[in-house]
């Protein structure tokens, strides 16, 4: 064999190509992308619930009627007496948060 054929030989090899070991870096990649969305979407979740937010992204009608509340106390449309007494109702009558 030529000098030339033998140098071919040892570049290429008897399998022409990356072959398997081409998918690892990508596959490493996805699987650190998929456990960082795992990670924090699981705390950016739970962060929502417990801000009041419900699982698609609107807040619970209790928490928006305690917010509305509070903004009309803070504009000066209720005085404070009225403020919390519909404000123990509003709490009086929320559903139970669900059990985690």
């Known amino acids: 064999m030529s000098p030339s054929l033998i ?3 040892h570049w290429i090899g008897p399998h022409p190509g990356f072959g ?5 870096v990508p596959l490493f990649w996805v699987l650190v992308i998929a456990v ?5 979407g699981r705390r950016w979740r739970r962060a ?12 619970n009608p209790g928490r928006q009627a305690e917010v509305t509340l509070a903004e009309r106390f803070a504009q000066g449309d209720i005085d404070e007496v009225e403020y919390r007494k519909r404000l123990e109702v509003l709490r009086a009558n929320a559903p ?4 985690a």
């Open 36 to 40: 960082l969305f795992a990670v924090f």
């Open 96 to 99: 139970l948060p669900p059990s």
């Open 20 to 24: 398997w070991w081409f998918l690892l």
């Open 7 to 9: 140098a071919a030989a």
């Open 48 to 59: 929502a619930l417990a801000n009041g937010y419900g699982p698609h992204g609107r807040m």
